[in-house]
């Protein structure tokens, strides 16, 4: 791992080396995925999606590691769920940058009485989650930039894994005080952040630049080589502890904040939309303030 780190970091620095290294992990890729796809032919229609859908959610094309994880991230967001609300029934909660639905399903398993929603950027995903899904949940697609489709204090819960893990800081911001718009007054939003526990990833310069800063966006491989096939804003970002605290709580009440709180790897973030707003500029501080002024 240390050595492939190194290897990438000095492929980087040597003028065309990082895009042949790109243009060999695309024909590898394209190779299995072509074999993916013809074995998932082959074995009919189900509640998994098909392979590229999978991999856009969580990089590999194997479905028992897609089903397995959405086992584990809908058994930890329920968790936090009842924890949060005691009367889970007729809670309304949007699953916000859902892909095709892998929290949705086990979810609705575990906490039946809930009412489920899921929004993504992502037109296949959501195509084929309206196809296979709809007895689950109510899937709508939002564009780049806010507003979704959602009216004001509508959700009890918003919940979004591995999105703030890949939006720059702009964004990121954007769609906090979207979030927090969406949710009823007291509604929670539950998210995601590359924290300490996968620095070790990170290279030297933005190890300096996290320290520094406290949050990292790492822009990889563009066009064809970007094997996700998603659109270029969608990157991978690091935050500290630290960052988040200071520039989240702008947004809402920062209610937990637990390191490796998913699967002891990315950090889960509890924020709380404050129970009575006098306006809704009043109530924001710094980079929401800013962020608020900016949207008009
Ligand atoms: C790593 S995947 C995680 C998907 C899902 N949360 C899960 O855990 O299975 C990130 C998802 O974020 C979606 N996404 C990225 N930017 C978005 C945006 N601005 N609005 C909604 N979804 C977005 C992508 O399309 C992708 O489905």
């Known amino acids: 791992m240390e050595l492939k780190a190194h290897l990438k970091r000095l ?22 995925l072509r074999k993916a796809e ?23 094309l194997d479905e028992a590691s897609y089903t397995q994880n959405g086992i584990y991230l809908s058994g930890l967001m329920a968790g936090h769920i009842k924890a949060l609300f005691p009367q889970t029934t ?24 809930i009412r489920l929603y899921g929004s993504d950027i992502d037109l296949e995903a959501i195509s084929w989650a309206s196809q ?15 507003p979704a489709i959602f009216a004001a204090d509508e959700f009890d ?27 009823k007054p007291g509604g929670v939003l539950i998210a995601t952040t590359h924290g300490a526990l996968c620095t070790p ?15 990292v966006f790492r822009v990889g491989h563009r066009g064809r080589l970007k094997l996700d096939g998603l659109p270029e804003f969608y990157q991978t970002t ?33 924020l709380r939309k404050p129970e009575a707003p006098s306006h809704p500029a009043e109530t924001l501080t710094g980079a929401a303030a800013a962020c608020h002024a900016a949207a008009g």
């Open 38 to 60: 013809a074995d998932y032919r082959k074995r009919g229609d189900r509640l998994v999606p098909p392979p590229m859908l999978r991999y856009r959610v969580h990089r590999a």
């Open 201 to 215: 990833a990170c290279t030297p310069e933005e190890l300096r630049q996290l320290d520094r800063e406290g949050i």
């Open 157 to 183: 819960v918003i919940y979004s894994i591995s999105l703030f893990t890949h939006l720059d800081e702009e964004l990121q911001h954007r769609w906090l005080q979207e979030m927090m718009r969406m949710l």
């Open 132 to 146: 296979h899904l709809a007895h689950i949940a109510s899937f709508s697609s939002n564009e780049l930039l806010p």
């Open 238 to 270: 690091f935050h500290t502890r630290d960052y988040v605290l200071r520039h989240w709580s702008g947004f809402g009440i920062i209610e937990s904040y637990l390191e490796g709180g998913v699967n002891n790897h990315q950090d889960l973030v509890i």
């Open 90 to 113: 007729g809670l309304k909660v949007l699953d916000f940058a859902c892909g095709p639905g892998r929290v949705i399903v086990g979810l609705k398993e575990k906490l039946p009485g």
């Open 11 to 32: 492929a980087k620095k040597i003028p065309g080396t990082f895009k042949l290294a790109g243009a060999l992990q695309y024909a590898k890729f394209s190779r299995q």
